[in-house]
């Protein structure tokens, strides 16, 4: 099936950045834990970003300091004031995956890009001019006030655009974090950048696509 919506919105980190947060925490704890713990502090880690954007809105760098110290916490592994610092500073060296600006730069003269990304008004830009496309507009959770999956950033992207879900296509590699959400507000599509980070889910109504290049296909291109 072939979409024709109004806009294509975009996750940034993960789907179109390639989101080495883990890669970055496993060199940074090379020396704290070891390689048979760390898959297990890893994934601590990750799970505790997400619950860190659930509530209240906060500074990112909040969300990785404290998402880091309870991983340290959970495995009893040293914690050092230093670490948060490098885990932020790393973001905006993060590149695109393969494929990303050519189909970006395919898709932007006939149909308008937008990311909402749970990011800082100060980081995104670097990660924006890593993908080259021209976006119609970049919003970040910053800016809303609140992170994905919560309703309150997809809301604040409708709000800016003054276009409704139903006329729009949503683009990310993450259930947890856009897919399950987009599903609920009732997107015209939602496209699941298939990157074996996270698991699929039936039941959710997504296109699978296991090349980004895809993408254009998906909207007639």
């Given at each position: 099936?072939?979409?024709?919506?109004?806009?294509?919105?975009?996750?940034?980190?993960?789907?179109?950045?390639?989101?080495?947060?883990?890669?970055?925490?496993?060199?940074?704890?090379?020396?704290?834990?070891?390689?048979?713990?760390?898959?297990?502090?890893?994934?601590?880690?990750?799970?505790?970003?997400?619950?860190?954007?659930?509530?209240?809105?906060?500074?990112?760098?909040?969300?990785?300091?404290?998402?880091?110290?309870?991983?340290?916490?959970?495995?009893?592994?040293?914690?050092?004031?230093?670490?948060?610092?490098?885990?932020?500073?790393?973001?905006?060296?993060?590149?695109?995956?393969?494929?990303?600006?050519?189909?970006?730069?395919?898709?932007?003269p006939h149909i308008?890009?937008?990311?909402?990304?749970?990011?800082?008004?100060?980081?995104?830009?670097?990660?924006?001019?890593?993908?080259?496309?021209?976006?119609?507009?970049?919003?970040?959770?910053?800016?809303?006030?609140?992170?994905?999956?919560?309703?309150?950033?997809?809301?604040?992207?409708?709000?800016?655009?003054?276009?409704?879900?139903?006329?729009?296509?949503?683009?990310?590699?993450?259930?947890?974090?856009?897919?399950?959400?987009?599903?609920?507000?009732?997107?015209?599509?939602?496209?699941?950048?298939?990157?074996?980070?996270?698991?699929?889910?039936?039941?959710?109504?997504?296109?699978?696509?296991?090349?980004?290049?895809?993408?254009?296909?998906?909207?007639?291109?």
């Open positions: 099936m072939i979409f024709k919506p109004k806009f294509i919105s975009f996750d940034c980190y993960g789907t179109l950045i390639n989101f080495e947060m883990g890669p970055t925490a496993r060199s940074l704890f090379s020396d704290r834990v070891s390689e048979q713990r760390m898959p297990g502090f890893l994934e601590s880690f990750r799970f505790y970003r997400l619950d860190e954007v659930l509530g209240a809105w906060k500074p990112f760098f909040d969300v990785a300091e404290n998402a880091i110290q309870r991983a340290c916490h959970a495995h009893d592994v040293e914690y050092r004031t230093s670490d948060a610092q490098s885990l932020y500073a790393a973001v905006p060296t993060w590149q695109p995956h393969p494929h990303v600006v050519e189909t970006l730069e395919k898709i932007a308008p890009l937008v990311i909402l990304s749970n990011s800082m008004t100060d980081l995104i830009p670097h990660s924006v001019a890593h993908l080259k496309a021209p976006f119609h507009a970049v919003y970040t959770a910053e800016e809303a006030q609140a992170y994905k999956p919560r309703g309150q950033a997809f809301e604040y992207m409708f709000d800016q655009l003054g276009c409704g879900p139903e006329e729009m296509v949503h683009c990310s590699s993450s259930f947890r974090y856009d897919l399950m959400t987009a599903a609920d507000l009732g997107f015209m599509a939602k496209a699941f950048i298939d990157r074996n980070h996270e698991p699929g889910f039936d039941g959710y109504g997504v296109n699978r696509l296991t090349d980004f290049r895809q993408l254009a296909g998906l909207v007639g291109l």
